[in-house]
Structure formats: structure tokens, C-alpha cells
């Protein structure tokens, strides 16, 4: 470990420092007027659509394709069996684009859990409002913890430290300026992360005896470059049914229901500018696309250049580590350090992204339907600020209990990432879509197929089994017999599912009978 360690020079150091420091005084400078709440969580709603779709597709990437793409591909069995998702990905943005964002921008709304409630009735904002902040704690923490995983694979630094400097980061550009610093940070990142991705691809390329031809053709002999998978198998997760019944609900949720993503298109200053960047944010599957070609590539060198003892045990340990690893240890000091330095930017264009997000939420909830729009509450940009803080550090602490499920569960950081949104996403996106068909339903019923979604979630995904074992309640093949053979991408269209028709179904029944 510590001679991995020791790749990173001082000239890296000073690179990735000096990089964070130039976003700061970019995202300080470009901060615009904070006069009101506003300014603070929508950027005045008069951001250019190229920024806030570049950074859509910023907080989508993150630094899970930056570090977790190559890793799938690297690993044994591993292709490019994931970009099928691709198919359901741009359908949904499609989708948003032409018929969400239209409601989005009827009226003067902060979040699609305002739409909700005027269309569903009194109570539904505090659920949505719930969910999303459960799903963006487990999702986001996932984000904290693979940056923190980087960090800790290629200096010195320990978990907690690591975790505590990118939390810090995120807290403080947060704070800075509010949406219209993360969007034009976010555009930075955007630009670094594809740059990096890049000078990988192509170094790596460079590298390997016969260049891109024999990159092409020991991959493609390995089995890398396959990319379609037929697989009627319920518990595998990468296959063209996937692609075509599940993702599309689970990219619906995401840029339709998460405040995460639909807080961009609201910071435009139109619903077509709104429409221009979501569905522009499809560019992002060329991302995907390089990120792949990373993994194939490194597979390709490995075979050329065998790897350490301390990095073949880096790589038995984690297939993640792969590229951190090959970027420490080969490419030359200064270019290291700029190339790590997008890899945090993803990150924490992501994470500044989800503060902002749940701070909107947050004080939206507190206040109640009072208006927000004209001027500043007294004290409210004080408390905007604070929320920022206070889910700053709950991010922080959730990282820790997900470091704890992935190590004791050996669950890649994807399926990880994926799996913790799929607790909400599903009964966010049924709720929405009730309120978008007009179909009235019953508060309980919502609340009711919220939670079960949740516990089926929960007997579906491995965490809750792993969590039993570590405390000793579960034995790891008992817990392995147990758990159903299915993987939880199919919970996507399964609990938006059950959540419409507990509603639906409850209003039906005469009030003194629920």
C-alpha cells in the first residue's frame, strides 16, 4: 500500500490543490446576486441551457463512471453489458423533456413535490418530501464513499479523513453561491471530467504494444466488448429486458422526481430552455461509452504489464481500484494529480448538487406553502445555509455505514449506488405520475405503498441481510438462501406500480372503512 502511496508526489498534491482552489474562486466570482431564496435555490431561474445541461449530465456521471464503469469492465466477467441502460436512459429524458417540464413551469413551483401537492392534495410534500430525502441520504453517501475510496487508495489519508476533506468541499461550494455556483462548477467539472477520461483512454492506448488494434482484439477475445445480453435471468442485472421495462422507470424517478436533477431544469429561464437541457444530457451516454473503453483498456494493459503484489492485492480486493490504481502508478507526476483531480470534481459537482437540493426541500417543508418567491424571509438564507451544513454531515456518516455494507457484502459500488435509490424511486415516480394523469388518491394509500415499497426493497436488496450477518443475527449462507433470487432493478417498475394502486385503489373505499 504504501508504495502506491508514494506515486503521488508533492507536484500531484500541488495540482489537485491548485485546481480546487481555481473552482472556488470561478464558482465565488460567477456566484451572482444571493438577494433572495430565489437566487439561492433556482439561480433567479436565468442560468443558460448548455450550462445547466452540462451540469445534469456532471451530477449524473459523478465520480461512480469516473471510478466504477472501468471496474465492472476490469472485473472477471465483466463488458460493456451496461450501457444497454443507455436505451432507457434517453427514452425517460425524452419523456421529461416533452411532458414533465411543461407542468414544471406553470406555475411558480420550487420542486416536482410542489406539483404534487397542488394536484394530489394537503400531506404529499411531507411524503415526497421524505422520500427524497431517504433516497438522496443512501444514494449520495455512495458518492462520498467511492471519492473517499480514491483518495484513500492513492495517498495516505485514512477513510475518516478522506471523507471529512470531500465533505468539506461540497459544504463549502454549497455555500458559496447556492445553485448558481454548483451549476457553473458543475460545467467545470463537466469539462476536466471528459479532458481526463480522455488523456486515459488515449495514454492507455498509446501504451500497449499494437496500440488500439491489439486494445480492440484482446478485448473483444476476452469477451469485453460484448454488449448485448439476452439473459431472461431475473437476478442479472445488465440485460436488454432491463434495459427496456425497468430503466426506463428508474430514469423516469431520477430526472422527473429527484430534486437533484429537476432543480436544474427549474434554474432556466423557460420550459424550452428546461427541455433543451435535460434532453441534450443524453451526450452523457458518450461518456459512458469512453469510461468503458477505459476498463477494456486497462484489462488490455494488465496483460501486457503484470501488476505489483501490493496492486494485485488492491485489485483482488476491489475491482474499483483498477483505475486509481493504473492512474497513481503509471502515468507521470503532474498528469496524475490533474487526472485525480477530475475524478473529485466529479464527485463533488454531485454532492454540492444533493446539499443544495435537500436544503431546498428542507426549508420548504418547514415553511409550508408561504410564498418564497418575493424578497427574503427573515432568517431564511441563515437557514438554507445551516440545512446545508446538517445534511452535510448526515451524507458523511452514511458513508461510513455504507463502507461498513460494501466491505463486509463485497458489493460492487454500482449495484450499490443503483440499489440505494431503488428504496425510493419507484413510489416517487407513482405518486407523480398519479398527479400528472389527475388520478385522485388517498394520502394513506400513498404513505402505505411508500412503505412497502421500502420493506420490499429491503427483503430484494442485500443490505438489510448484510447488515443482520455483520452484527452476527444471520449467517452469510443463510443469508444467501434467503434472499430472493431476483435483482432489484425490477423493484423500479414493481413498487411505482404498487404505490398507484395503494393510492388509487384506498380513495376508492368509503373514508370510515381505512
Known amino acids: 500500500m504504501e508504495a502506491i502511496h508514494n506515486h503521488f508526489t508533492t507536484l500531484d498534491w500541488g495540482i489537485l490543490a491548485g485546481y480546487l482552489a481555481l473552482t472556488t474562486f470561478v464558482g465565488h466570482a460567477l456566484r451572482g446576486k444571493q438577494a433572495t431564496i430565489k437566487d439561492f435555490f433556482l439561480a433567479g431561474r436565468s442560468l443558460p441551457w448548455p450550462a445547466v445541461c452540462a451540469s445534469i449530465i456532471a451530477t449524473e ?28 436512459s434517453v427514452l425517460a429524458r425524452v419523456i421529461v423533456g416533452v411532458w414533465f417540464v411543461k407542468v414544471f413551469y406553470e406555475q411558480e413551483i420550487y420542486s416536482p413535490y410542489d406539483y404534487m401537492q397542488n394536484r394530489l392534495g394537503p400531506g404529499v410534500k411531507k411524503l415526497t418530501t421524505a422520500m427524497f430525502t431517504l433516497g438522496t441520504i443512501l444514494g449520495q453517501s455512495v458518492r462520498v464513499l467511492v471519492t473517499a475510496l480514491i483518495l484513500k487508495t492513492v495517498t495516505p489519508l485514512d477513510m475518516p479523513v478522506s471523507i471529512l476533506v470531500i465533505t468539506l468541499f461540497a459544504i463549502g461550494w454549497t455555500l458559496m453561491g447556492g445553485m448558481t455556483t454548483v451549476i457553473w462548477t458543475d460545467a467545470m467539472q463537466f469539462l476536466l471530467f471528459m479532458f481526463s477520461g480522455l488523456l486515459a483512454l488515449f495514454w492507455i492506448a498509446s501504451s500497449i504494444t499494437g496500440g488500439w488494434g491489439t486494445l480492440f482484439s ?72 469512453l469510461m468503458l473503453m477505459v476498463g477494456a483498456g486497462l484489462y488490455v494493459w494488465y496483460q501486457q504489464h503484470a501488476p505489483t503484489a501490493a496492486e494485485g492485492a488492491l485489485f483482488a480486493e476491489d475491482a474499483d481500484n483498477v483505475f486509481p490504481v493504473w492512474i497513481t502508478t503509471v502515468l507521470p507526476p503532474g498528469i496524475t494529480g490533474l487526472v ?112 412497502l415499497s421500502i420493506l420490499l426493497t429491503a427483503l430484494v436488496r442485500p443490505d438489510f441481510y448484510v447488515l443482520l450477518s ?25 413498487t411505482c406500480l404498487l404505490t398507484i394502486s395503494c393510492g388509487a385503489l384506498l380513495n376508492r373505499l368509503p373514508r370510515k372503512a381505512v
Not at 465520480?63 to 450501457?83: C, K, M, Q, R
Request: glycine content about 10%; charged content about 10%.
Open 61 to 88: 456521471i459523478s465520480a461512480l463512471t469516473f471510478i466504477g464503469v472501468p471496474g465492472i469492465v476490469f472485473a472477471a466477467g465483466g463488458d460493456f453489458t451496461y450501457l444497454q441502460w443507455a436505451i432507457g
Open 470 to 494: 455483520s452484527m452476527g443475527i444471520l449467517a452469510p449462507e443463510t443469508m444467501r438462501a434467503v434472499r430472493p433470487g431476483i435483482s432489484f432493478v425490477w423493484l423500479y417498475p414493481v
Open 218 to 289: 484482446v478485448a473483444g477475445d476476452a469477451g469485453k466488448l460484448n454488449l448485448i445480453n439476452l439473459s431472461t435471468d431475473p437476478d442479472v442485472q445488465f440485460t436488454l429486458w432491463v434495459a427496456l421495462l425497468a430503466m426506463p422507470f428508474q430514469n423516469l424517478a431520477a430526472f422527473g422526481t429527484d430534486q437533484l436533477n429537476a432543480q436544474r431544469m427549474f434554474c432556466c429561464r423557460n420550459a424550452a430552455d428546461a427541455r433543451k437541457a435535460i434532453i441534450a444530457s443524453c451526450f452523457s451516454q458518450v461518456i459512458t461509452v
Open 340 to 451: 485525480l483531480a477530475g475524478a473529485f470534481a466529479a464527485a463533488i459537482s454531485s454532492l454540492d448538487s444533493a446539499l443544495a437540493a435537500l436544503s431546498q426541500t428542507t426549508l420548504s417543508v418547514i415553511h409550508g406553502d408561504r410564498d418564497l418567491s418575493e424578497g427574503d424571509m427573515p432568517g431564511l438564507m441563515l437557514q438554507s445555509r445551516i440545512a446545508v451544513v446538517v445534511w452535510g454531515a448526515f451524507l458523511a456518516a452514511a458513508a461510513f455505514v455504507l463502507f461498513a455494507v460494501k466491505t463486509y457484502g463485497n458489493i460492487d459500488i454500482l449495484s450499490l449506488a443503483f440499489g440505494m435509490v431503488a428504496y425510493t424511486y419507484g413510489p416517487m415516480l407513482g405518486i407523480f405520475l398519479l398527479a400528472l394523469a389527475g388520478i385522485p388518491a388517498r394520502l394513506e394509500g400513498l404513505w402505505l405503498g411508500a412503505g
